[in-house]
C-alpha cells in the first residue's frame, strides 16, 4: 500500500493488518516510555486546511511516539490566505523534507490530489464529506477490542450520513468486517443514492433501538449544510437524539460511539456521554495507536500486509 | 488554386468521390471521377482520398476570453485551435470582462477575429447587461454590431420576466435566444452530477432537474411568444425528451450537444480530475446512450464545443474549487465520430449546417459546390490519435491521453489553408 486515500475497496485482511498493528502499538503506549525509535529521521507533515485539533494532535501524537518528526502545516498563518494552490503548499511541504504527508481538508478527493503530484505516501486525514479512513480504522480498533470481533455485530450509525466522512468510511470497514450497518436518519440527511451500499436505511431511530449492539452517534455538520436536513434543533433532539429514555431502551450489551467533538444536549444527553457504556474515550486512545499503525505501515514497511 | 483530391464530398446532391477545385475565395469546380486530373503549374494538391470534405465547422458555443481573461485563451490563441479543429467559424461567448452586452464590445471581438483571421469570429450578445440578469443588454446596438445569438452562457437567465421580454424583443428581430439551463436552487452549488456517485464521495449534487425544470419553464415562453429558442449543452435525457416534444409541436426549437457529454459519464469524477468537472456535469450511462442516440436522430441539432479554457495553474486544487469548463476545439470532431460512429451525412450537418443555420451565417454550413465560399474541411474518418498537447493556450481537456477515432486534414477559410497536417 502506497497511500492511504479510501477505505472503499479495502480487503478484511488488509484492515485486519492495521488493526492487528495497531493493537501491538497499543502495548507501547501503555509503557512507562510510550516511545519507540522505528522511524526516527522521517519527518511527518500534517496539511490541515481545515481545523481540527483533535485529529491534528492525535497524528502528531502518533507520528512522535514512532519517533518522527513532525511538520505542521497551519492554515491561519499560511499562504493558502496568500493565494497558494494546493500543489504549491505540498511540494513545498514536500521540499522542505516531508516523508509523509496527512492532509485534512473541506474539499472531496484533496488527499487524492496530494498524492498525484507528491513522490512520497499521503494519508486523508478526512476529505469534505467523502472519506475519513483513520477514524474507521480507530472505530473497528475500539469495537474489536471491545467485542472481540465485529461479525455479527449490528451498528447504527445515527445521524448526519450525508455530509459525514466518518458514516461513508465507517459503513465499509464496519461490513467488510462482517458487521450489519443500520443508517439511521430522516431522508434529508441521507445520501440521495445508495444503491448498492452494504447497510440497511431505518427512519425511525425507535424501530431499531433495542436491536442494535452499537449506537454510532454523529454531529449535524452545520458547515456542510447539515442544519437544513430538519426544521429545527428540538425537532432533530426529539427524534434522533440518544436522550436518557432512548439509552435506558438499549440492549444491556450494547455501547455508544461518537467520533467527536460532541454536542451534549443535541446527539448525545450528558447522562449518556458520561456513563461508562460509552467508548468515546476509547476512541480517541485507540486513535493514536491506529495512526501509528497507518504510518508505520506506510512509511517503514510498505510493501508488506498488502 | 487548391485541388483538395479524391476525397468523399459532401455536395447539395449527395455524397461523391470528386476533386473540388478551389480558386480564390470560391469553389470553382467539383470534378466527379475526372478522366483527366485538373494540371496546373500553380496548384496546390491536397490528397483527400479516404477523407470526407464538407463545408467548415462551425462551433455555436466557444469561450475566447478575451477581453478580460488572456491568461487562459485570447483570440488569436482559439481561433488556432479553431482552425485545428476543422472549423471556420466560431460564436464567441459574451461572458468576457466585461460582457458582450454593447454594441461596441461585439464590435472589437469581430473586429480582433478578422485581423487574426484564421476563422470568423462570430461575437454573441449577452441578454442582460453584465450578465446580471436584472436588466436587458443592448440589443438593438448588438444587432446592429451584427449580433444574431443571445445568451447569458455561464448563468441561467432566470427571471422569467425579463426572459418573456428578451423573447418577445428578439422574436421581432430574427434573433436566437440561447439558454444555459440550470436553476440555482436545484443546482444548489453542486459541483457533479447528484446521484449514485455523488453520494458516494460526498460530493454535492447537481440534479437532472436543475436543467430540465428551465428547459420546460423556457419551452412554455416559446409557446407564448413564438421565439426561436436554442437549448445550449443538453446533459440528461429528460431535456432531450422536452425537446422532442417542443419539436413535435412545432415550436421553433433547437438544442446543441457538447463533445464531451457524448463521451463521459459521471464514473469520471471518481479520478478527482477537473478535467472533467463541466457545468452541466458529466451524467449517467444512461444520458450518455440517450444523447448518442437523439445526435443521430436529429432531435439534437448540432454538436458545440463550450470550449470553456482555464490554465493549468488555476487546475492545481481539489476537484470542487476547480473553475467549471473543459475546452474542445481541437477534439470535438474526433470525439463526435468516437462517440457515435456519426455517418458523413450526419457529420456534417451536426458539426456545419445546422449550426450556421442556427447561428445565421450564410457563409458557413453550405454544402460544397461551385460558387460556394471555400470555407472547408477535410477529416479523416478513421485514422487514429492521442491528444497530448493543445494549440489552445489552455490544457485542460479531459481527451488528454484518450486514443480518438477521426482526425482533421485541413481547413480552408475563403480558400486559404488555416491549418494542414500530413496523413
Not at chain 1, 153 to 171: C, E, K, P, Q
Not at chain 2, 307 to 334: C, K, M, N, S, Y
Request: charged fraction near 25%.
Amino acid at each position: 500500500m502506497r497511500h492511504l486515500l479510501t477505505i472503499e475497496g479495502m480487503s478484511r485482511e488488509e484492515l485486519e493488518d492495521f488493526l492487528d498493528l495497531a493493537d501491538e502499538f497499543l502495548e507501547v503506549l501503555d509503557r512507562p516510555i510510550p516511545k519507540v525509535p522505528t522511524l526516527r529521521g522521517a519527518t511527518v507533515a500534517t496539511m490541515f486546511f481545515e481545523p481540527s485539533t483533535r485529529t491534528r494532535l492525535s497524528f502528531e501524537r502518533a507520528a512522535r511516539a514512532l519517533s518522527a518528526d513532525v511538520l505542521t502545516f497551519a492554515p491561519a498563518t499560511s499562504s493558502v490566505t496568500k493565494g497558494e494552490s494546493l500543489k504549491d503548499t505540498a511540494l513545498t511541504l514536500r521540499a522542505m523534507g516531508a516523508d509523509l504527508m496527512v492532509v485534512r481538508h473541506s474539499a472531496t478527493g484533496a488527499a487524492h490530489r496530494v498524492a498525484q503530484w507528491v513522490d512520497v505516501p499521503v494519508v486523508n486525514a478526512g476529505d469534505g464529506a467523502h472519506q475519513h479512513p483513520t477514524q474507521a480504522i480507530l472505530d473497528s480498533l475500539t469495537l474489536r477490542r471491545h467485542f472481540g470481533k465485529l461479525d455479527g455485530l449490528h451498528v447504527g450509525i445515527v445521524g448526519d450520513i450525508r455530509h459525514s466522512r466518518v458514516a461513508r468510511s465507517g459503513l465499509q470497514a464496519f461490513s467488510t468486517l462482517g458487521a450489519r450497518v443500520t443508517l439511521i436518519a430522516p431522508p434529508t440527511l441521507l445520501p440521495l443514492d445508495m444503491t448498492g451500499w452494504p447497510v440497511e436505511v431505518a427512519h425511525d431511530f425507535d424501530d431499531v433501538l433495542a436491536d442494535l449492539d452499537v449506537v454510532y452517534l454523529l454531529r449535524i455538520q452545520q458547515e456542510r449544510g447539515g442544519a437544513t436536513g430538519f426544521t429545527s434543533l428540538p425537532e432533530y433532539v426529539r427524534r434522533f437524539g440518544l436522550d436518557d429514555a432512548r439509552f435506558a431502551r438499549l440492549r444491556p450489551e450494547a455501547v455508544v460511539m461518537h467520533p467527536g467533538p460532541m454536542n451534549r444536549g443535541v446527539e448525545i444527553s450528558p447522562h449518556v456521554a458520561d456513563s461508562s457504556r460509552t467508548l468515546i474515550l476509547d476512541q480517541v486512545r485507540n486513535g493514536v495507536a491506529a495512526r501509528m499503525a497507518v504510518l508505520f505501515r506506510l512509511l517503514a514497511s510498505p510493501g508488506e500486509g498488502t | 488554386m487548391i485541388v483538395i483530391r479524391g476525397g468523399s464530398v459532401l455536395t447539395p446532391d449527395g455524397i461523391v468521390v470528386a476533386d473540388v477545385v478551389v480558386d480564390g475565395e470560391e469553389v470553382i469546380a467539383v470534378d466527379e471521377a475526372p478522366a483527366q486530373p485538373r494540371q496546373s503549374p500553380s496548384a496546390q494538391v491536397l490528397d483527400a482520398s479516404g477523407c470526407w470534405v464538407g463545408p467548415g465547422l462551425v462551433d455555436l458555443h466557444t469561450h475566447l476570453r478575451e477581453p478580460g481573461q488572456e491568461w487562459k485563451e485570447d483570440i488569436a490563441s482559439g481561433s488556432r485551435a479553431a482552425a485545428a479543429g476543422g472549423f471556420t467559424a466560431v460564436v464567441a461567448m459574451p461572458n468576457t470582462v466585461p460582457a458582450i452586452d454593447e454594441g461596441h464590445r461585439a464590435r472589437f471581438v469581430a473586429e480582433r477575429g478578422a485581423k487574426v483571421g484564421l476563422c470568423d469570429v462570430v461575437p454573441a450578445g449577452a441578454l442582460s447587461l453584465g450578465r446580471e440578469g436584472e436588466h436587458l443588454a443592448r440589443f438593438d446596438e448588438l444587432i446592429e454590431a451584427g449580433v444574431r445569438l443571445f445568451t447569458d452562457d455561464g448563468d441561467t437567465l432566470v427571471d422569467a420576466g425579463l426572459l418573456r421580454r428578451a423573447m418577445e424583443y428578439l422574436a421581432d428581430r430574427d434573433c436566437v435566444i440561447a439558454q444555459h439551463a440550470e436553476d440555482p436552487g436545484l443546482a444548489g452549488g453542486g459541483h457533479m452530477h447528484e446521484g449514485s456517485v455523488s453520494s458516494r464521495l460526498g460530493m454535492r449534487g447537481l440534479p437532472a432537474l436543475a436543467e430540465e425544470t428551465v428547459v420546460a419553464r423556457d419551452l412554455a415562453l416559446v409557446e407564448l411568444t413564438g421565439a426561436t429558442y436554442h437549448v445550449q449543452h443538453v446533459s440528461t435525457a429528460g431535456t432531450v425528451e422536452l425537446i422532442r416534444r417542443a419539436k413535435a409541436a412545432g415550436l421553433p426549437v433547437t438544442a446543441e450537444v457538447a463533445p464531451h457529454h457524448l463521451v463521459f459519464d459521471h464514473h469520471e469524477v471518481e479520478s478527482m480530475d477537473p478535467n472533467f468537472k463541466m457545468y452541466p456535469p458529466l451524467r449517467t450511462p444512461d444520458d450518455v446512450a440517450e444523447l448518442r442516440r437523439a445526435l443521430l436522430d436529429g432531435t439534437i441539432d448540432a454538436v458545440a464545443t463550450d470550449h470553456a479554457p482555464h490554465a493549468d495553474h488555476e487546475q492545481e486544487v481539489t476537484f470542487e474549487e476547480a473553475p467549471r469548463g473543459v475546452i474542445g476545439l481541437e477534439t470535438a470532431a474526433a470525439a463526435t465520430i468516437t462517440a457515435t460512429g456519426i455517418d458523413q451525412q450526419r457529420f456534417f450537418e451536426a458539426l456545419s449546417i445546422s449550426p450556421a443555420r442556427i447561428a445565421r451565417l450564410e457563409e458557413h454550413g453550405r454544402p460544397v459546390a461551385p460558387g460556394s465560399p471555400a470555407n472547408l474541411v477535410v477529416v479523416d474518418p478513421t485514422a487514429t490519435w492521442t491528444p497530448r498537447r493543445f494549440h489552445s493556450r489552455s490544457q485542460n481537456s479531459p481527451f488528454l491521453g484518450r486514443q480518438l477515432t477521426g482526425k482533421v486534414r485541413a481547413t480552408l477559410l475563403r480558400g486559404r489553408l488555416t491549418h494542414q497536417e500530413t496523413a
